[in-house]
């Protein structure tokens, strides 16, 4: 079929819309009519092609929800018309993925950086020159999309797919590390470095979970007082306050749990020096550089350092979870987003690279 799709072939200029062929459902996909796609800082990375070495031409986009048109002949858990937030894609059999933690199969680069499927087939082409897809089993920055149909998670239709698109990846990457990492309970105490959409979804989740304090660190004043309407307690300036000394002032034993949601180098070294005795400091994105640390810092008080993707979410459970929460108004995760049309993905892609908006979502117009 005929569709609509970004394509980013050249680094130095933002993705195009370009008319694609989309081949037929295999097997174990579906195709979905995609309705919204949130942008991701890994989107913006990839396309600038620094760090994630995806192939080109490709269309990018993994935080798509939509409606099911087709599922393919093995696909038991969704029908058409179904609406669906669409996560990574997963083999179905490593170890990970029986242990229901699909953002650590296996497979998982080559599903999700590969640009083709695992067979090494593409459903998308250009007049018969070949467009890599299936990018996290999915390829969303396109107005209809084959996704890899373990990865869609079907949701209640009254939800506005806007609002649950970044469910897909961002949100479920801030909210399940707190939920599921973690395991934060009531009392305890935790440091975001970096309040864009996956830290501030860690502050809402740690809000729900009954956390006493919730300290975030930003250099962009709106960023902070948004989290502060989220449910920090205290946020602090990266580009001016002394956040190791400041935190140690608010919590003199240090925080129960750190989350660097940054590429800086230096914030991977400070959420260790923020942490407690047996305190636990996550990161979900890793810069090129080599780290180094004082050993000591982390052996003597029992300190981790916990390199995470998606959360340590099952998203066929924690997406819904999530959006009970949202509907009861303790998850207001609408709060992140910023609506751009389709064709508007320059400047959306743009305004995240500038942090200018939390959360850009594209929103995709069918006649
Ligand atoms: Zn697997
Ligand atoms: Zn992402």
Redesign the pocket.
């Known amino acids: 079929m005929k569709i609509t799709a970004a394509v980013s072939r050249a680094t130095t200029e933002p993705p195009q819309l370009e008319e694609l062929e989309l081949g037929a459902p295999r097997a174990d996909e579906v195709l979905v009519r995609v309705m919204a796609a949130g942008v991701c800082h890994t989107d913006v990375r990839a396309h600038a092609g620094g760090g994630l070495p995806v192939p080109r031409p490709v269309v990018l986009g993994h935080e798509g929800a939509g409606i099911i048109l087709q599922v393919g002949s093995a696909v038991q858990h969704l029908q058409p018309g179904d609406h669906v937030v669409l996560s990574g894609s ?5 170890p ?2 029986r242990a229901n933690l ?1 953002s650590y ?4 680069l080559p599903r999700s950086f590969g640009g083709q499927r695992i067979d090494g087939s593409s459903a998308l082409s250009a007049q018969g020159e070949r467009i890599h897809g299936h990018f996290f089993g999915q390829s969303s920055f396109a107005t209809y999309c084959l996704a890899d149909a373990r990865g869609a998670v079907r949701i209640d239709k009254d939800i506005p797919l806007q609002v649950a698109a970044p469910l897909g990846c961002g949100v479920i990457t801030g909210a399940g590390t707190v939920l599921h990492v973690f395991g934060l309970r009531p009392g305890a105490s935790l440091v975001v470095i970096g309040a864009g959409s996956v830290g501030l979804s860690a502050v809402m989740a740690a809000r729900l979970s009954g956390a006493s304090q919730i300290i975030t660190v930003d250099p962009l004043p709106q960023r902070r007082a948004l989290s502060l309407e989220l449910g920090a307690t205290a946020t602090l300036d990266a580009a001016g306050d002394d956040i190791v000394a400041r935190v140690r002032e608010l919590l003199p034993r240090g925080a129960d749990f750190a989350l660097n949601t940054t590429a800086v180098p230096a914030a991977y070294e400070t959420s260790l020096q923020v942490l407690g005795t047996r305190g636990v400091a996550g990161f979900v994105t890793s810069p090129a550089e080599l780290f180094t640390t004082r050993l000591q810092t982390l052996q003597y008080g029992g300190r981790s350092l916990r390199g995470i993707i998606g959360g340590d979410a099952a998203p066929q459970l924690t997406i819904p979870l999530l959006l009970d929460h949202w509907r009861q108004g303790r998850f207001p995760m609408d709060r992140l987003i910023t609506p751009f049309h389709f064709s508007d993905i320059a400047q959306a892609f743009a305004a995240a690279k500038a942090g200018q908006v939390v959360k850009p979502v594209l929103l995709m117009e069918h006649a």
Do not use: I, L, R, T
Not at 90 to 94: A, L, P, Y
């Open positions: 997963s083999c179905g059999g490593c990970s993925c699909p199969c296996d497979e998982v």
